[in-house]
């Protein structure tokens, strides 16, 4: 328990992962490039949020945090999709009771987490000091105190790069790819986004059903909007960068309000500041990375994003992050303090598992832009609800990855694809979930 730890990048993911070391006794330093979120104003004012599900409150009930957190979410039950033409409808998430996922404000759970690693007494958390490089045979790291503008080098046993998807820790391994045969794939999508916002109405109340992740699929596109504790919705707009529908394309004033007025409409009439949100906020990029190894020398590691980013449409980046960290504890039960075999076995487990959420959320950005306004696949879905109400052994994908957080990845994904071809196929040769033969239905799901 005399080693000391360094934990580099206070996200989501390293607040966690220093928070369970300390809780395990643990001595930790967390190195953050940013200024304490809790003092500083990071994101201009503007809520940001993210779907929290079963994976990500494993993690947080590995800290005992799990009640804490219910102070911050709002349930989602369902998607309400508000197709171009016609009525929304509302689909749920699960047949079964008791299975949603949750909003909950990125920077209120990040400060959750900073708050209880400070409570711990055993983590020291430096922020403005950015990781610019490492030494991994000396077991260095350097970095630069953003505010005096001075080196600053430290070392440890352990040091975790929790850096993000632009983990400098990461690059530091890239630098030494040949040595450490050090694989790297990175892969941007056309589609970009860029975060709205559907503000309280004048009496605090929300101006859309709140309890549903509210999802507008165009052909190409889409826009999805997520509600706040503060009666707010943040709205995300992910189109492609270049083309007839496209950010480059939409520049001027008169054509970005009639492009929203006429493809969002039941959006439009609630976003008063559209046009200033739309000129203000940027228009960033999404991308899926993959690399490996993940640990040199038995003392460095990677994790969350900076190991594997995800693009957002599984709702599964942070969540899988979390994942990473009770991965890590259950081995740090079987291991002990014998780091080296405690960072290759991780590796060794956990890639099959990112790599399958990655490849998942990369067909959930179709699922979810033109799936959702496909009649065969708003059939499929009703299908799956039907039999996971009248059958308890029945999961589709979506449950698998995102309730069945005993279920690894990898799994969720084999078995998922497989019956998604099979109620694919029976969805396109009815024309109402009436009308399926669901003895013949179940025995092929098997
Ligand atoms: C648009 C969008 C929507 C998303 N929606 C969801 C969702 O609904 N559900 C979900 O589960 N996930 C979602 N995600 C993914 C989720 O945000 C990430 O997977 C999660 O934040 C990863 O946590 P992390 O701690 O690994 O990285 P981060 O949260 O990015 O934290 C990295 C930290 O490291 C710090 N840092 C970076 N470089 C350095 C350096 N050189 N030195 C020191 N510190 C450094 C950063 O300042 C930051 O604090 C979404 C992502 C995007 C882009």
Redesign the pocket.
């Known amino acids: 328990m005399d080693k000391k730890i360094i934990v580099?990048?206070?996200?989501?993911?390293?607040t966690l992962l220093a928070l369970r070391l300390a809780q395990r006794g643990h001595k930790v330093t967390i190195?953050?490039?940013?200024q304490d979120m809790r003092t500083a104003q990071i994101s201009a004012g503007r809520s940001i949020n993210?779907?929290?599900s079963d994976r990500?409150l494993k993690g947080l009930r590995l800290v005992g945090l799990e009640n804490q957190v219910n102070d911050l979410v709002i349930p989602m039950e369902g998607r309400m999709i508000h197709p171009m033409q016609g009525d929304k409808s509302y689909v749920r998430y699960s047949g079964r009771t008791g299975e949603w996922i949750n909003s909950v404000s990125?920077g209120g759970l990040n400060i959750l987490l900073l708050n209880e690693a400070e409570k711990t007494g055993l983590i020291d958390i430096h922020f403005n000091?950015?990781?610019q490089d490492i030494d991994f045979d000396g077991g260095k790291i350097t970095?630069t105190d953003l505010g005096t503008k001075t080196a600053v080098v430290d070392s440890a046993d352990v040091i975790f790069g929790?850096?993000?998807?632009?983990?400098?820790v990461r690059n530091g391994m890239m630098a030494q790819s040949p040595r450490l045969r050090f694989d790297f794939s990175q892969k941007y999508l056309d589609t970009g986004?860029k975060e709205l916002e559907i503000p309280p109405a004048e009496d605090g109340s929300f101006r859309l059903e709140h309890h549903a992740l509210h999802i507008w699929p165009r052909a190409g596109f889409m826009m999805i909007a997520l509600p706040n504790l503060d009666g707010s919705f943040t709205v995300?707009l992910f189109m492609p960068f270049e083309g007839e529908k496209s950010f480059s394309n939409l520049q001027k004033d008169d054509e970005i309000l009639s492009f929203f007025e006429e493809q969002f409409p039941t959006a439009y009439a609630q976003m008063p500041d559209l046009l200033a949100d739309y000129r203000s906020n940027p228009s960033s990029s999404?991308g899926t990375i993959k690399c490996y190894p993940w640990q040199v020398n038995g003392k460095f590691l990677l994790m969350?994003?900076?190991a594997h980013a995800?693009v957002?449409f599984y709702?599964?980046?942070?969540?899988?992050?979390f994942e990473d960290v009770v991965v890590l504890d259950g081995l740090m039960d079987e291991y002990g303090d014998n780091w080296p075999e405690i960072l290759s076995r991780y590796q060794a487990v956990r890639k099959v598992d990112t790599d399958a959420i990655a490849d998942l959320a990369q067909d959930n950005f179709y699922e979810m832009r033109d799936g959702t306004a496909d009649p065969v696949f708003l059939l499929k879905r009703k299908l799956e609800l039907h039999l996971e109400q009248t059958n308890p052994n029945y999961f589709s994908k979506y449950s698998m990855v995102t309730f069945r957080e005993d279920l690894p990845y990898h799994i969720a994904m084999t078995k998922g694809r497989q019956q998604d071809q099979i109620l694919m196929d029976f969805a396109s040769k009815v024309t109402d979930v009436n009308q399926v033969n669901y003895d013949e239905l179940s025995k092929m799901l098997v």
Do not use: F, K
């Not at 929790?162 to 400098?168: F, I, K, L, P, R």
């Open positions: 580099i990048g206070a996200g989501l993911c390293g190195y953050e490039r940013r993210l779907a929290l990500g990125r000091m950015e990781c970095l929790t850096d993000g998807a632009n983990s400098a986004y995300t999404l969350g994003d900076a995800v957002p709702g599964q980046g942070m969540n899988a992050s």
